[in-house]
């Protein structure tokens, strides 16, 4: 499918985006590799890599507001939006204003 849509969309010009990887705690590396070598595993021209820093992160003195909204988008991409709200309802001041 992902060759298909590669031939299609080059046919009229255009570009065919990958599926966006989220690299967080483990899996994401294993998944890429997986995608990279499955039929049309390299038909894609742009691709999204998404780079969270972990609780490790915050606790090595990375900003810990920005840890925090990362740690937020990862549960609700993980379909977990009540979790990413009590992540984000403990956070205040400047970063609430952040876009």
């Known amino acids: 499918m992902q060759q298909s849509a590669y031939n ?3 046919s009229y010009g255009e570009k065919l985006v990958s599926p966006s990887i989220p690299f967080t705690v483990g899996g994401a590396t294993t998944w890429l590799n997986n ?3 499955a039929a049309g595993g390299k038909s ?3 691709t999204g890599l998404h780079l969270y820093p972990s609780d490790a ?10 840890c925090a909204l990362s740690r937020a988008e ?3 991409s993980a379909g977990k939006p009540q979790a990413a709200l ?3 309802d403990k956070l ?3 970063v609430e204003q952040t876009e």
């Open 57 to 66: 992160a915050a606790k090595a003195g990375y900003n810990a507001d920005h």
């Open 74 to 76: 990862v549960l609700r």
């Open 86 to 88: 009590d992540v984000l």
């Open 8 to 10: 299609i969309l080059h």
């Open 92 to 94: 205040s001041g400047a």
């Open 35 to 37: 995608f990279l070598h």
């Open 44 to 46: 894609f021209d742009i």
